[in-house]
C-alpha cells in the first residue's frame, strides 16, 4: 500500500459526459502528479501541483483539468469524454525531500 | 529531449533464476534520477528502485538491484532469484529536473513472465 488513494475504482460512462476522479496523497505529500496510462500512448504526464498550486502541464488536453485543494487532495476533471478517453489514471505523490513518487491504485476510465 | 529506451517487450525466467531488464536512456540534464516501477496484472504502480545520477554505488533493495552505467545511459534492472509473484509489466523511468517540473517519463515496458 502506498498510501495514495484514488476514487473511484473503476468508472464506466458514455461519450460527452463529465467525471470527476479524486486523489489523496501520502500524509505531508505536497507534489501530486496526474498520469494517463492508455494502449496506444503509454504512460504519459498529465499535470503537476505542489501546495495547491499547478506547477507543470504535460499533455493534457483542454477538455480535461485539475485542481490541489488546501487539505492536498487534487481533483482531475475530464469533460466532453470521447472513446479514446478510456484508459488508466493514475495519481502520484511526492514530499518532501524524497525522490520517490508513489503510486495511487488508480483509476480504470471506460467511455462508451 | 528526454526519452526512454526499453527494448525487451517480453522475458522469460525460470523460478529462482536472476533476470536482467534492459533500459537506456537519454537526456542533456546533469542531474537527474532513475526509477523502475513493477504492475501487476492488478494495475497499481509499485515503485522498487531509485538511482541517482550523482550516486557513485549501484543501488539495490531486496532481490532488485540496479545496475547503472552512467557512460553508456543504462540503467538496466537485475532481479535475483525470481520468484512466480514477479510476473508483470516492469517500467524503466527517469525523473529530469526541466522546466520546473520532476515529471516521470516512462519507457514502454518489458513484461516479464516467471515460470515454474
Known amino acids: 500500500d502506498s498510501g495514495v488513494t484514488q476514487t473511484p475504482k473503476h468508472l464506466i460512462t458514455a461519450t460527452g459526459q463529465r467525471v470527476t476522479l479524486r486523489c489523496s496523497p501520502r500524509s505531508g505529500d505536497l507534489s501530486v502528479y496526474w498520469y494517463q496510462q492508455s494502449l496506444d500512448q503509454g504512460l504519459q504526464f498529465l499535470i503537476q501541483?505542489?501546495?495547491?498550486?499547478?506547477?507543470a502541464k504535460g499533455n493534457i488536453l483542454e477538455r480535461f483539468s485539475a485542481q490541489q485543494f488546501p487539505d492536498l487532495h487534487s481533483e482531475l476533471n475530464l469533460s466532453s469524454l470521447e472513446l479514446g478517453d478510456s484508459a488508466l489514471y493514475f495519481c502520484?505523490?511526492?514530499?518532501?525531500?524524497?525522490?520517490?513518487?508513489?503510486f495511487g491504485p488508480g483509476t480504470r476510465l471506460l467511455v462508451l | 529531449a528526454q526519452k526512454i529506451t526499453q527494448t525487451q517487450p517480453g522475458m522469460f525466467v525460470q523460478e529462482k533464476e536472476a533476470v536482467t531488464l534492459d533500459c537506456t536512456y537519454d537526456t542533456s540534464d546533469q542531474s537527474y534520477g532513475l526509477f523502475w516501477y513493477k504492475q501487476p496484472s492488478s494495475g497499481e504502480m509499485i515503485f522498487l528502485i531509485y538511482?541517482?545520477?550523482?550516486?557513485?554505488q549501484n543501488a539495490t533493495e531486496g532481490r532488485y538491484s540496479l545496475n547503472f552505467q552512467k557512460a553508456r545511459k543504462s540503467a538496466n534492472l537485475v532481479i535475483s532469484a525470481s520468484q512466480l509473484g514477479d510476473s508483470a509489466m516492469y517500467f524503466c523511468a527517469m525523473r529530469g529536473r526541466s522546466y520546473n517540473t520532476d515529471k516521470l517519463i516512462f519507457g514502454t515496458g518489458t513484461r516479464l513472465q516467471v515460470f515454474p
Open positions: 501541483y505542489y501546495n495547491g498550486e499547478e506547477r
Open positions: 502520484a505523490s511526492r514530499g518532501g525531500e524524497g525522490e520517490t513518487q508513489y
Open positions: 538511482q541517482g545520477s550523482y550516486d557513485e
